[in-house]
């Protein structure tokens, strides 16, 4: 005899009772928001990268990875490594002792020399000028050529770099000390100008002799000797994140498959 199936029992039509809510606290009124159109502000979230950010932000942005995607030659590369922030505070320091006369300064010199003149009954008055750092790329290069320049400064950020890119070669070859800072902007600082190419020291008085011996003695040592073989290396080849990524799984893939 074939066993007899049980039936399910029909499910009772008018459901399960509601469970019983928990009391609300009437103090505490709830204000749900709906965040549709026209209705409740939306929270604050970070845009930032929804910004239509101007178009000179975008072309520094774009060429600083260019220049860590591209292969960058040792011309060029050597303009990434800069003088070490303790020995360019000193350099600064320095420079700023000879900064050169504003319009003001010059015409009060002249008048003083003139009055000093007067006083004296037609002596000749001292109006010789005062020992001032050098600035402007021909004016530099002039000075470098004829081997007067004692400590050459070169901006790392100058736009277009054909400007500077040969200056170091030339130093070298002639035997003139040079280095590369940070900024152009602040090395126009020093001559009152808003950015400038390359400063050079040419004379100095006799009580900062000493400090600017030292202060070659040091870039030499900081930054001539420690970035020599930089100097000669290639720059950038550097791959995103993602391409990076994606080499590793590829290689990871090719090993796990010998």
């Known amino acids: 005899m074939a066993p007899v199936k049980k039936s399910k029992v029909a499910p009772s039509p008018y459901g399960k009772k509601p469970a019983a809510k928990a009391p609300l606290n009437p103090l505490i009124e ?14 604050i979230k970070d ?16 060429r ?3 220049n860590q995607r591209l292969k960058v030659p040792p011309a060029l590369n050597q303009f990434t490594q800069v003088l070490d922030k303790n020995t360019a505070t000193q350099l600064f320091k320095l ?3 000879y900064r050169p006369e504003t319009r003001i300064e010059k015409k009060q010199r002249l008048t003083a020399a003139a009055a000093a003149q007067v006083e004296k009954k037609g002596a000749k008055a001292d ?29 790392d950020d100058v ?15 002639l035997g003139i000390p040079y280095v590369i800072v940070k900024g152009k902007a602040r090395l126009g600082t020093v001559v009152h100008k808003k950015t400038a190419t390359a400063l050079a020291f040419t004379e100095v008085r006799p009580e900062d002799k000493a400090e ?4 070659v003695t040091a870039v030499q040592a900081n930054y001539t000797e420690k970035f020599e073989s930089a100097r000669r290396t290639w720059g950038g ?22």
């Open 30 to 43: 709830k204000t749900p928001k709906n965040f549709g159109i026209g209705q409740d502000v939306q929270p």
């Open 47 to 62: 845009l930032s990268r929804y910004v239509k950010w101007p178009e000179y932000v975008r072309l520094q942005r774009q």
């Open 64 to 66: 600083k990875i260019l």
């Open 127 to 155: 109006t010789k000028k005062p020992h001032v750092i050098k600035y402007g790329i021909n004016h530099i290069t002039a000075l470098v050529e004829a081997k007067k320049a004692s400590l050459v400064v070169i901006a």
């Open 212 to 215: 600017l011996a030292s202060l």
């Open 159 to 173: 736009d277009p770099i054909e400007v500077v890119v040969w200056l170091p070669a030339l130093c070298r070859k």
């Open 95 to 97: 420079a700023n002792k």
């Open 237 to 258: 080849g550097i791959m995103g994140f993602k391409s990076q990524n994606k080499m590793t799984k590829r290689a990871n893939a090719v090993k796990n498959s010998l």
